[in-house]
């Protein structure tokens, strides 16, 4: 029998977040449990699904840490870990920027398929964590064509 | 309404402070509201406009739905929430060499995004003011600048084959 892809959609609240929110037909019908860094985005997920006509997502909450909250990025990633051994995703999927990079590591770990989207932000150079997520992404996307090269980034369009 | 937003992280003192001193020489001028970030305690208050620091999603949208002008640091996340409201938005890029983000990449998007209609590029604090006038100047003119709720549909769906056990190809 066959089962619909569990995917995992990772952003931390702000731009990286709306950038995760466009590209949400890449997950209709399947089941996604969204992971951020802000409560209020419950909510928001749920209306979009109801208003999307999809099924209740998941949603679970992490700690917002950046690279310069050593102790707080560790407990995100503890907090990522938790998730990943409940939840064993198919995919995990994410526009950054922190959490992203560690759920890319983890579902790499757990033998996810793992999707990086450089944040649009970045026309002028990949960010570091998107650096960072390449050895981790076996799809590793800038979201600006003159990015692009042959080793990867890969262009494949933007959230815009 | 105005809507000041400077994103979710960092202070943006230079912005907060040219907008202040917009309101100062417009006292009959539109109402402005800001979210500001963790200001600093010795960080710039704005003295002409209600603000808070953090609004949540909810209350965040409500406020970005009732603006008639979004003004703004160049985040991606206000930019699209701006195209996608069809609200214009007014944009000053935080620089790197001012310590206000860790490079210059919001001065690259406001350079590739600044020619799009209803985003408006002031690229330092003393062009903002102007900026802001003929910005609410051009309110209510004609020509569209909603983008829709998602992305272009063969993005996502080369995403979902992907996600889906495929591959991703570009068409």
Same mark, same amino acid.
């Not at chain 1, 929110?21 to 209709?28: D, E, G, L, S, T």
């Not at chain 1, 950054?96 to 590591?105: E, I, K, S, V």
């Not at chain 1, 579902?107 to 793992?114: I, N």
């Not at chain 2, 998602?150 to 068409?171: E, V």
């Given at each position: 029998?066959?089962?619909?892809?569990?995917?995992?959609?990772?952003?931390?609240?702000?731009?990286?977040?709306?950038?995760?929110?466009?590209?949400?037909?890449?997950?209709?019908?399947?089941?996604?449990?969204?992971?951020?860094? #802000?409560?209020?985005?419950?909510?928001?997920?749920?209306?979009?699904?109801?208003?999307?006509?999809?099924?209740?997502?998941?949603?679970?909450?992490?700690?917002?840490?950046?690279?310069?909250?050593?102790?707080?990025?560790?407990?995100?990633?503890?907090?990522?870990?938790?998730?990943?051994?409940?939840?064993?995703?198919?995919?995990?999927?994410?526009?950054?920027?922190?959490?992203?990079?560690?759920?890319?590591?983890?579902?790499?770990?757990?033998?996810?398929?793992?999707?990086?989207? #450089?944040?649009?932000?970045?026309?002028?150079?990949?960010?570091?964590?998107?650096?960072?997520?390449?050895?981790?992404?076996?799809?590793?996307?800038?979201?600006?064509?003159?990015?692009?090269?042959? #080793?990867?980034?890969?262009?494949?369009?933007?959230?815009? | 309404?105005?809507?000041?937003?400077?994103? &979710?992280?960092?202070?943006?003192?230079?912005?907060?402070?040219?907008?202040?001193?917009?309101?100062?020489?417009?006292?009959?001028?539109?109402?402005?509201?800001?979210?500001? &970030?963790?200001?600093?305690? @010795?960080?710039?208050?704005?003295?002409?406009?209600?603000?808070?620091?953090?609004?949540?999603?909810?209350?965040?949208? &409500?406020?970005?739905?009732?603006?008639?002008?979004?003004?703004?640091?160049?985040?991606?996340?206000?930019?699209?929430?701006?195209?996608?409201?069809?609200?214009?938005?007014?944009?000053?890029?935080?620089?790197?060499?001012?310590?206000?983000?860790?490079?210059?990449?919001?001065?690259?998007?406001?350079?590739?995004?600044?020619?799009?209609?209803?985003?408006?590029?002031?690229?330092?604090?003393?062009?903002?003011?102007?900026?802001?006038?003929?910005?609410?100047? @051009?309110?209510?003119?004609?020509?569209?600048?909603?983008?829709?709720?998602?992305?272009?549909?063969?993005?996502?769906?080369?995403?979902?084959?992907?996600?889906?056990?495929?591959?991703?190809?570009?068409?």
């Amino acid at each position: 029998m066959t089962r619909p892809t569990r995917v995992l959609a990772v952003a931390s609240a702000g731009g990286h977040w709306v950038q995760l929110m466009r590209i949400r037909p890449a997950w209709k019908g399947l089941e996604v449990t969204y992971v951020t860094t #802000d409560s209020g985005l419950r909510q928001t997920v749920l209306d979009l699904a109801r208003a999307d006509g999809e099924a209740e997502p998941g949603f679970r909450l992490i700690t917002e840490a950046n690279r310069w909250h050593k102790r707080k990025l560790i407990r995100q990633l503890f907090e990522l870990v938790v998730v990943m051994a409940r939840l064993r995703p198919d995919a995990v999927i994410t526009t950054g920027a922190a959490p992203g990079y560690f759920a890319l590591r983890l579902g790499r770990m757990f033998g996810a398929r793992t999707v990086w989207i #450089d944040s649009m932000a970045n026309a002028e150079e990949l960010s570091l964590s998107g650096q960072q997520a390449r050895r981790y992404a076996d799809l590793w996307l800038t979201q600006w064509d003159h990015l692009a090269t042959p #080793d990867g980034p890969q262009y494949l369009g933007s959230v815009l | 309404m105005i809507f000041l937003t400077i994103g &979710t992280h960092e202070p943006f003192d230079r912005l907060v402070k040219a907008v202040d001193e917009w309101c100062a020489v417009h006292p009959l001028g539109a109402t402005v509201f800001g979210q500001i &970030t963790s200001p600093k305690a @010795d960080g710039y208050a704005p003295k002409n406009f209600e603000w808070i620091s953090r609004l949540s999603p909810a209350d965040y949208a &409500t406020r970005f739905a009732a603006a008639d002008l979004i003004v703004s640091h160049a985040g991606m996340g206000s930019i699209l929430t701006a195209l996608h409201s069809g609200k214009p938005i007014v944009i000053l890029p935080r620089r790197g060499h001012l310590r206000e983000t860790r490079n210059d990449h919001q001065y690259t998007t406001a350079k590739m995004l600044g020619t799009r209609p209803g985003i408006h590029v002031a690229l330092d604090e003393a062009a903002l003011g102007g900026v802001m006038d003929q910005a609410l100047a @051009d309110l209510g003119k004609p020509g569209g600048i909603r983008i829709p709720a998602t992305a272009d549909p063969q993005f996502t769906d080369a995403l979902r084959s992907f996600l889906t056990g495929g591959s991703a190809r570009r068409k």
